[in-house]
């Protein structure tokens, strides 16, 4: 798994291409930080749906918090929250891809400063 680095964008300041800074997913899986006003870019550029699943280690009751999953369209884009429910023991939450050809990434978070 790679860990994905985190781009900042002010919302004092304007706009950030998510979109350019984007990298390739990992077919392996990637990790990303998860906390307040964290989110995942997901650009499909495949010609078929692909599933994003989310790790969630936590536990309710003794039972385990079932995973997300996240189905973007062939040549669409999605925007996944990272709340601290998906926390591992880094901080980081794991990103599973069902393909990852033509598929890039960004964790991004909305900053204040």
């Known amino acids: 798994m790679a860990d994905l680095t ?4 002010s919302v004092a300041t304007g706009l950030v291409d998510v979109a350019a800074a984007a990298t390739a ?7 990303a930080l998860v906390g307040p006003n964290r989110f995942l870019y997901v650009n499909n550029g495949s010609g078929s749906s692909v599933t994003v699943t989310l790790t969630t280690p936590g536990t309710v009751s ?6 997300p999953t996240y189905a973007v369209a062939a040549g669409k884009h999605a925007i996944i929250p990272l709340t601290n429910v998906f926390r591992g023991a880094l901080g980081r939450v794991a990103v599973a891809y069902s393909a990852a050809t033509s598929v890039t990434v960004r964790p991004f978070e909305l ?3």
């Open 6 to 9: 985190t781009t900042k964008i």
């Open 25 to 31: 997913a990992n077919a392996g899986g990637d990790t």
């Open 62 to 67: 003794g039972l385990a918090i079932a995973d």
């Open 111 to 113: 900053a204040t400063s």
